[in-house]
């Protein structure tokens, strides 16, 4: 398939650029620069906020005698013993004695020098896990030191490292690198957190703490040291998206006034809608209506799960863009999701807007030149009032008359790069309204912290007539009836999805294993039943193909990878089965799952998971597992979900290049969060300075990112 390329970030913005330090001509970076570069420290102050991530108490050196099986501990000892063997294979095996017991040093890989320095009679300090053994004490693989050099007197620092850059040599960095950062306080004190720790102290003390604290509150980050530092973080987060906020304020986009004429698109297309609006799509509705006839651009999330009805509210922005004179886009992820689109707005909207000279539009990567062509002229001319496609609408080529409106389906989806490009198709120094739609509903804390720039609105109101869906926990070794249960769906009219799992991060591989279940399906219902697949790896034709053909009820069976999980709308189909289900996200089940129960069949879901394969799948998987038969609540899964993973999953590509809160737990933390909350505006009206100064700080270059 011909997907055009991602749009590069602008120069200026990538951080690596702008902040490398001047290098003489002819050299490069070295290896070590280009490393510490590759985690994200350029300025002094990168340094200084790159924590640890945990400790190792080397200050004191203990008695072998006090040491139990599982205990870290350091000893000073005498070698004893020191020999090389190859059963049951090569391995350096070393007796210490410390005067109160001895110990058994075990390497399997190790180098001259190491066996050098721990030849018979060398005195040595030895830092490492005590395992017990039919030979008594054990240590595998320990570190090694000259005994008698000074103890250090604060915890040594584990850093998060990767590869080519070793612990010492990063350890030296950032402690150089510490030493030069300027590290005075931006908060102002009058209105900061009172009683907290200075930034230097906090800073110092996390990096190398007096060995008299508990490890456990350093790492698990409840340390009042930490706390100082997840509090200028989530203000550095506030105060960036204050300043997008009223950045944007500063811009203008198009008034779309209103009219609610009984010619008015607006008016005729709810005439000819199959059903009422919910409650819910009213009330959004008319936010959006008030935001369009506002001359300020609108920043608008519009989260509703899935199945609320999303694509009518857009349907119904685009027609009072319309009605104002002007063009809209809609935008999403994938080619088949706009196509799904394409397909209901085309049959709502094409013919109203025919009587006016106007038409929708389609743009693809993978259409043919000549109709792309023909496609962008009637862009261009403003015959196309509504342009619906893939990124395809953000390629260069296309250019608008009068884009007022821009709409993007599954937002999460989509980088910043990619929101801007769209935002800056609408030309003549105007911006364009956005409307971001998302069925993944993000928990409050998110939403405050993350989306603090936007304003969001809910659906949260099925349409009625839904029958709930029923989800089943079933294992894997009762495939059988969950084969009985697709025949007795079948022999009803229903159709089935039947989803195969991530299996590896090869599509290929999950090509391989989709295409072997669609054969055993096959096999198994017999040749009355057409078994379909669906796979992101295939030509478009050939998708479009058999979604067209499963929509006509032709594929009665679609065996799909997980690329059915947004938009799909079939709904004769009542039975999904999730094959693996333990290998899913929460949130990323309950959008799968909600693509059944949108027509009048009672419909059910059934998570098929292996119990016990190979032990990875214990009691917690299970647990979440149970959670999606017990709640069908989107809302509530995705804070569980948010629990369990993070905050990654639900901003996707809309942080990417920018940081996810490194240190800030947005459960645990959402004290904090409102103080920043409240203290970011004050910060911003009465110290404008400081506040840039703490948001470079902390985001450097890439609060750029963030303003997208
Ligand atoms: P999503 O929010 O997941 O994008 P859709 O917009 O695809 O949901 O809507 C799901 C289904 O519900 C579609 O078939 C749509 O036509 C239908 N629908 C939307 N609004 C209503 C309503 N108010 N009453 C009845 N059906 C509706
Ligand atoms: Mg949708």
């Not at 230097?200 to 698990?220: C, G, K, Q, W």
């Not at 259409?367 to 015959?383: I, P």
């Not at 260069?396 to 929101?419: C, N, P, T």
């Not at 999904?576 to 909600?594: D, K, N, P, T, Y």
Request: charged letters at 25%; proline letters at 6%.
């Amino acid at each position: 398939m011909n997907v055009p390329r991602k749009p590069k970030p602008p120069a200026a913005t990538d951080p690596a650029q702008a902040a490398a330090k001047p290098q003489p001509p002819g050299t490069g970076p070295s290896l070590v620069q280009r490393a510490l570069r590759k985690i994200g420290l350029l300025r002094d102050i990168d340094f200084a906020l790159y924590l640890p991530m945990r400790y190792e108490d080397e200050t004191r050196v203990v008695r072998l005698v006090d040491l139990y099986e599982g205990d870290v501990g350091q000893i000073e000892a005498v070698v004893t013993e020191s020999e090389v063997t190859f059963r049951p294979r090569r391995q350096l095996i070393v007796t210490v004695d410390d005067g109160s017991d001895t110990c058994q040093l075990r390497f399997f890989n190790f180098y001259p020098s190491q066996q050098k320095q721990l030849a018979v009679g060398a005195r040595v300090r030895v830092r490492g896990e005590v395992r017990g053994g039919f030979v008594g004490r054990q240590m595998m693989h320990p570190t090694v030191k000259a005994a008698g050099t000074v103890l250090p007197d604060a915890l040594t620092p584990v850093y998060s490292t990767i590869a080519g850059l070793a612990q010492p040599v990063l350890r030296r960095e950032v402690r150089a690198g510490l030493a030069r950062a300027v590290l005075d306080e931006t908060v102002p004190a009058q209105i900061g957190l009172r009683g907290a720790w200075p930034l230097r102290d906090a800073l110092n003390f996390l990096h190398y703490p007096t060995p008299d604290v508990s490890i456990a509150a350093l790492e698990d980050h409840s340390h009042p040291a930490w706390q100082r530092l997840k509090a200028e973080e989530l203000l550095a987060q506030q105060l960036s998206q204050l300043q997008a906020r009223r950045e944007r304020a500063t811009q203008r986009a198009p008034m779309l006034r209103p009219t609610d004429s009984s010619e008015a698109l607006h008016t005729r297309l709810l005439a000819v809608l199959p059903f009422g609006l919910t409650g819910a799509q009213q009330r959004v509705g008319e936010e959006i209506t008030h935001d369009l006839a506002c001359d300020l651009p609108m920043h608008r999330l519009l989260q509703g799960d899935v199945g609320s009805g999303k694509t009518v509210v857009a349907a119904l922005a685009a027609a009072r863009c319309i009605d104002a004179g002007f063009q809209c886009a809609l935008m999403a992820p994938t080619e088949i999701l706009a196509a799904q689109h394409f397909g209901k707005l085309i049959g709502w909207l094409d013919p109203l807007l025919a009587e006016r000279g106007l038409r929708v539009a389609w743009l693809t990567g993978s259409q043919k030149k000549k109709e792309r062509d023909a496609m962008n002229a009637a862009v261009e001319s403003g015959e196309a009032a509504l342009v619906i496609g893939t990124h395809a609408v953000i390629s260069e080529k296309v250019r608008f008359k009068r884009l007022a409106l821009a709409i993007i389906d599954e937002q999460h989806r989509f980088g910043v790069a990619q929101r801007l490009a769209l935002r800056e198709k609408a030309g003549d120094g105007l911006e364009p309204h956005l409307l971001m739609m998302s069925a993944t509903p993000i928990p409050r804390t998110l939403a405050m912290s993350y989306y603090a720039d936007l304003d969001v609105s809910t659906l949260d109101e099925l349409p009625p007539g839904r029958t709930p869906i029923v989800t089943k926990l079933v294992a894997e070794h009762r495939r059988d009836e969950v084969i009985d249960r697709i025949r007795h769906q079948l022999a009803q009219g229903r159709q089935v999805y039947w989803v195969c799992p991530l299996i590896e991060e090869s599509e290929a591989v999950d090509l391989r294993n989709a295409t072997e279940t669609r054969e055993e399906l096959a096999g198994m219902l017999g040749d009355a039943v057409q078994v379909g697949l669906l796979h992101s790896r295939m030509p478009t034709a050939e998708k479009q193909d058999v979604m067209a053909r499963f929509t006509a009820n032709e594929v009665h069976v679609l065996v799909s990878t997980t690329v059915i999980e947004v938009g799909v709308d079939v709904p004769n189909a009542s039975l999904m089965v999730i094959e693996h289900a333990e290998r899913f996200g929460l949130s990323q089940l309950h959008q799968l799952r909600g693509r059944v129960g949108r027509g009048a069949a009672a419909s059910a879901c059934v998570l098929l998971y292996a119990p016990n394969e190979g032990g990875r799948v214990g009691e917690t998987a299970r647990a979440r597992l149970k959670a999606m038969a017990e709640t069908g609540d989107g809302f509530e899964i995705a804070r569980r979900d948010l629990d369990i993973r993070g905050p990654g999953e639900f901003l996707g590509a809309r942080q990417s290049g920018a940081p996810l809160l490194r240190f800030a737990d947005l459960t645990e933390d959402a004290l904090l969060l409102e103080w920043a909350r409240e203290l970011a505006p004050k910060m911003l009206d009465q110290h404008p300075e400081l506040a840039q100064k703490h948001v470079d700080r902390w985001l450097g270059s890439k609060a750029e990112y963030l303003k997208a």
